[in-house]
Antibody
Framework: QVQLVQSGAEVKKPGASVKVSCKVS????????MHWVRQAPGKGLEWMGG????????IYAQKFQGRVTMTEDTSTDTAYMELSSLRSEDTAVYYC????????????????WGQGTLVTVSS | QSVLTQPPSVSGAPGQRVTISCTGS?????????VHWYQQLPGTAPKLLIY???NRPSGVPDRFSGSKSGTSASLAISGLQAEDEADYYC???????????FGGGTKLTVL
């Protein structure tokens, strides 16, 4: 069974960057297509981007293009999401989640989620 | 404003059946893209409930069912239990946005 364990809560000032990690166990990261979803306090889920294993590229939501970078370290089976130029509206819980192993499409259901990482942006 | 529209809240008594709608458009559900549903219990991460419009992952009770027609999809929960009280989200792909999209979420209250 796949487990996703995320890094701890962060507090950042406006204008700074944050990098959240997601450690995979049970499978190797190369077997999965990892996505990132965030949830502002009291709000709904917002998809940020995901990995297309066929092209080897990450697809970012238009809203976050230019401000988010998703990377992977296959030697440690850890995925990362870095968000820059933080503003108060970026205060949210950030989740990593993956597509089912062996999925032919990069988009679709997210079968397993990390526990979430709270990022607070405050001066 | 979410691309996929869900009612903010629904409620039902224990044992009853409730449905949650998810309305999209011709660039997502109406274009034939699958709809998936998630259950989020208070203070926890979302959990996949229904995938591919109507399929249940292993371990999800058959009280939960999904359907899709035209530009909309629905999640039905029968035999409501207190433990079903949670937020429910639909998800699909949108070709205009070239990415995944979620509904705004529906809070289910078990009376």
């Amino acid at each position: 069974q796949v487990q996703l364990v995320q890094s701890g809560a962060e507090v950042k000032k406006p204008g700074a960057s944050v990098k959240v990690s997601c450690k995979v166990s049970g499978y190797t990261l190369t077997e999965l297509s990892m996505h990132w979803v965030r949830q502002a306090p009291g709000k709904g889920l917002e998809w940020m981007g995901g990995f297309d294993p066929e092209d080897g590229e990450t697809i970012y939501a238009q809203k976050f293009q230019g401000r988010v970078t998703m990377t992977e370290d296959t030697s440690t089976d850890t995925a990362y999401m870095e968000l820059s130029s933080l503003r108060s509206e970026d205060t949210a819980v950030y989740y990593c989640a993956h597509r089912p192993r062996g999925s032919l499409l990069w988009f679709g259901e997210l079968s397993n989620w990390g526990q979430g990482t709270l990022v607070t942006v405050s001066s | 404003q979410s691309v996929l529209t869900q009612p903010p809240s629904v409620s039902g008594a224990p044992g009853q059946r409730v449905t949650i709608s998810c309305t999209g458009s011709s660039s997502n559900i109406g274009a034939g893209y699958d709809v998936h549903w998630y259950q989020q219990l208070p203070g926890t991460a979302p959990k996949l409930l229904i995938y591919g419009n109507s399929n249940r992952p292993s371990g999800v009770p058959d009280r939960f069912s999904g359907s899709k027609s035209g530009t909309s999809a629905s999640l039905a929960i029968s035999g409501l239990q207190a433990e079903d009280e949670a937020d429910y989200y639909c998800q699909s792909y949108d070709s205009s946005l070239s990415g995944s999209v979620f509904g705004g979420g529906t809070k289910l209250t078990v009376l």
